[in-house]
């Protein structure tokens, strides 16, 4: 079974502060996480994921997210936020051996940048 | 949202009464996935697709049914809707993990669609 946590259901930040997004997560065997971004009223974004390698992965709008195995934790995290920001975030995983690339979501976190 | 529509995208019914949502792709994806999104909850997996006539249930799949007679489309059916499955629903399309060939950055990431908003009264 796999699971993800996203243990704030918002976060607030002031524009031009670092901001965090936290997960953290379950899965058997090596993982696969992606951080998506949803607009109001639209999909889905993706944002990045981490396979392998480099535990800091960078990806779209500036994000990056820091893989730690050890907390099993993908926390997104961004140096300098923006009002365009503000979004509902979601946490994703699924385990190198799911076949059937099924992915297990997060309840969310919603994102508030305040100018 | 590119190459992925969703039809129709906004839908009001009765309990009871059946209803399909269709999820259409010009990516030529093999993989194609239904999910409901509810507050808290964050997106579940209804039903998927590896393949043409090829698909095996999720998390959530009871009272939904699904088919995908070609590549491009994969089709949602309530068979008798319920208050239940008010919700918004999204299809995602992907490769299958750790092959094949994308217009996209990278194979086996789910992309979605734009989403459809069912009202069950």
């Known amino acids: 079974a796999q699971s993800v946590a996203q243990p704030e259901d918002q976060v607030n930040v002031a524009e031009g502060n670092p901001l965090t997004v936290k997960c953290t997560y379950s899965?058997?065997?090596?993982?696969?996480l992606f951080w998506y971004v949803q607009y109001p009223n639209r999909g889905l974004q993706f944002l990045l994921k981490?396979?392998?390698?480099?535990?800091l992965v960078k990806g779209s709008y500036g994000f990056e997210a820091e893989f730690n195995k050890s907390q099993t934790s993908f926390h997104l995290k961004k140096p300098s936020a923006l009002v365009s920001d503000s979004a509902l975030y979601f946490c994703?995983?699924?385990?190198?051996?799911?076949?059937?690339?099924?992915?297990?979501f997060g309840g969310g976190t919603r994102l508030m940048v305040k100018p | 949202d590119a190459g992925i529509t969703q039809s129709p995208r906004h839908k009001v019914t009765e309990t009871g009464t059946p209803v399909t949502l269709r999820c259409h792709q010009t990516?030529?994806?093999?993989?194609m996935y239904w999910y409901r999104q509810d507050p808290g909850h964050g997106l579940r997996l209804i039903h998927y697709?590896?393949?043409?006539?090829?698909?095996d249930k999720g998390e959530v799949s009871d009272g939904y049914s699904v088919s995908r007679s070609k590549t491009e489309d994969f089709l949602l059916t309530l068979e008798s809707a319920t208050s239940s499955q008010t919700s918004v629903y999204f299809c995602?399309?992907?490769?299958?993990?750790?092959?094949?060939?994308?217009?996209?950055?990278?194979?086996?990431?789910?992309?979605f669609g734009p989403g459809t908003r069912l009202t069950v009264l």
């Open positions: 995602a399309i992907s490769e299958p993990p750790g092959g094949g060939t994308s217009v996209f950055a990278s194979t086996d990431t789910q992309y």
């Open positions: 981490y396979i392998t390698g480099d535990n």
């Open positions: 899965v058997s065997g090596n993982p696969y």
């Open positions: 994703a995983v699924r385990g190198e051996n799911n076949a059937g690339n099924m992915l297990t």
């Open positions: 990516e030529n994806h093999r993989y």
């Open positions: 697709s590896y393949g043409v006539k090829d698909t």
